[in-house]
């Protein structure tokens, strides 16, 4: 299984900061499997923030929740996550992942995303 991600790179505050995470050698092949997102800020720990499961259900970060939206297309074996009204505080180097019954087993390289006017 490898997953990619693909991002904007920079983005202004109040924006919205979308990011793509690209699987291949890997498809929901149970409803147990799930894919989701985590992010870094600079000389910070692992924060997460969103799954969404095989199922179709999804999950997020209480304290980020009304900014997030995770979604996925089948057909692209794409998933993306969508941060809303950004702020330099959501700097950061943003990770997709696949989860096994909430253990996180394949990971992104991540991508910079960097808040900035």
């Known amino acids: 299984v490898q997953l990619q991600e693909s991002g904007p790179g920079l983005v202004k505050p109040s924006q919205t900061l979308s990011v793509t995470c690209t699987v291949s050698?890997?498809?929901?092949?149970?409803?147990?499997?799930?894919w989701g997102w985590f992010r870094q800020p600079p000389g910070e720990g692992l924060e997460w923030l969103a799954d969404?499961?095989?199922?179709?259900?999804?999950f997020y970060s209480p304290a980020l929740k009304s900014r997030l939206s995770i979604s996925r297309v089948t057909s692209t074996n794409e998933f993306s996550l969508q941060l809303t009204s950004v702020a330099p505080e959501d700097t950061a180097v943003y990770y997709c992942?696949?989860?096994?019954?909430?253990?996180?087993?394949?990971w992104g390289q991540g991508t910079q995303v960097t808040v900035s006017s």
């Open positions: 050698g890997g498809s929901c092949t149970t409803s147990s499997l799930a």
């Open positions: 992942v696949r989860g096994v019954n909430w253990m996180y087993d394949y």
């Open positions: 969404i499961h095989c199922s179709g259900q999804t």
